[in-house]
Each structure stands twice: as C-alpha cells, then as structure tokens.
C-alpha cells in the first residue's frame, strides 16, 4: 500500500491604492523603526501640498492665457471690422461685402460655439 502526499501552496496578495499604507502596515513600520510612521505622515503631507500648489498655478495660468487670447481676438476682430469699413467707404463698396460678411460670420460662430 503506498501513500501518496499532496502539498498545497497558498499565495496571498494585498494591495491598497492611496498615498498611506494600510493601518496594519502603517504599525509595522513604526515597529520596525521607531518614528518611521510620522515621517511617513510628514511625507505624504508635503506632496499633497505640492500637488495643491502646482494645481493652483496651472489654474491661474490657465486662466491667463484664455484671457490674453479673448484679448488678442477682440483686437483682430476690431482691425478686421474698422478694415472692412475703411474698404467701404474708400475703395469698392461691393468688393468690400465678402471680406465683411467673413469678419462677421467669424465673430459669431466664435461667441456662439459651445464646443470650447
């Protein structure tokens, strides 16, 4: 009569998602290394801080650069109008309803498109 063995081999895997590890861990470290826990604290709290502050710039640069852009439209827009009437008025009043009717339709579609 033979005797056959079987072993069985169980792997556990933890993983956890966030800037701290879980409490158990957390503990361990701490454990391990006295004082490592508020270093670690110390640690996530300076790069949320930075997170925070460069989101912030961007924000604000984001912001900048929209307003100079509205700014540098309305200046075009204001050429290309008092262009369009200069040309009217001086040049050829026909010839001058297709450059007109492109300044304006270019305006409008800018101030009424709701894709931006």
Do not use: C, D
């Amino acid at each position: 009569m033979s005797h056959k063995s079987q072993s069985t081999q169980q792997e556990l895997s933890v993983s956890y998602q966030g800037p701290l590890p879980a409490s158990r861990e957390f503990a361990g470290y701490e454990q391990v290394l006295p004082g490592a826990a508020e270093r670690i604290l110390a640690i996530t709290e300076q790069e949320a801080k930075h997170r925070r502050e460069n989101q912030e710039k961007l924000v604000k640069a984001s912001i900048k650069y929209s307003g100079r852009g509205q700014v540098f439209a309305f200046i075009i827009s204001l050429l290309s109008i008092v262009g369009v009437g200069f040309s009217i008025y001086f040049v050829a009043p026909i010839a001058s309803i297709a450059p007109a009717l492109i300044a304006i339709s270019g305006l409008v579609s800018l101030f009424t498109n709701k894709n931006r």
